[in-house]
């Protein structure tokens, strides 16, 4: 697996400096884009073509978070395969108890049940980004070790969990 954080080289974290990044980008564009080795071997070219995809793709997981973070658990090979992930039973018990608001809202969508649940997933957002703070609030060097890494899993499956839970809203209950 390629290391989006070498490539830009930067240090692997949660938090980046994204103005670094967007400079680094910016000249890696200029750096690799085809139009500048137009004149090389092929075997050239393709490199160039090859870079400016990965400087592209590079760009898209690192400038985005939820992204930035699945790279971080990738790269230490700590993102379970689907169906095997493992959350706190009481955050599951909540999931399930707003699937069934979701679905009792769903069948009658009367708006103060609609923000209730928008709150409610609102609260577990916002609390999901507090345990991921407290956590993280130590910084360490990469790799994490293994209370830091297991919040940030946490913190990518809940907000996996809940971003589906607000899709399944937002199809009957538009902003």
Not at 35 to 62: G, I, K, Y
Request: aromatic share 8%.
């Amino acid at each position: 697996m390629i290391n989006y954080f070498d490539f830009f080289d930067l240090p692997p974290a949660v938090d980046i400096d994204e103005s670094l990044l967007r400079k680094r980008f910016l000249l890696n564009s200029k750096r690799f884009h085809p139009d500048f080795h137009t004149l090389e071997s092929p075997e050239a070219q393709q490199h160039a073509l090859e870079m400016a995809s990965l400087n592209n793709e590079a760009w898209l997981v690192l400038s985005d978070f939820d992204r930035r973070i699945r790279h971080l658990l990738q790269l230490q090979d700590a993102l379970p395969e689907e169906g095997q992930q493992k959350l706190p039973q009481d955050f599951l018990m909540e999931i399930m108890e707003l699937n069934e608001a979701l679905m009792e809202a769903e069948l009658d969508p009367e708006p103060h049940t609609i923000q209730q649940l928008k709150a409610t997933i609102e609260a577990l957002e916002h609390g999901c980004q507090l345990a991921l703070n407290q956590a993280l609030a130590t910084p360490v060097a990469y790799p994490l070790p293994a209370n830091q890494l297991e919040a940030l899993k946490n913190f990518y499956l809940k907000k996996r969990y809940l971003l589906r839970i607000r899709e399944n809203l937002s199809k009957f209950a538009p902003h």
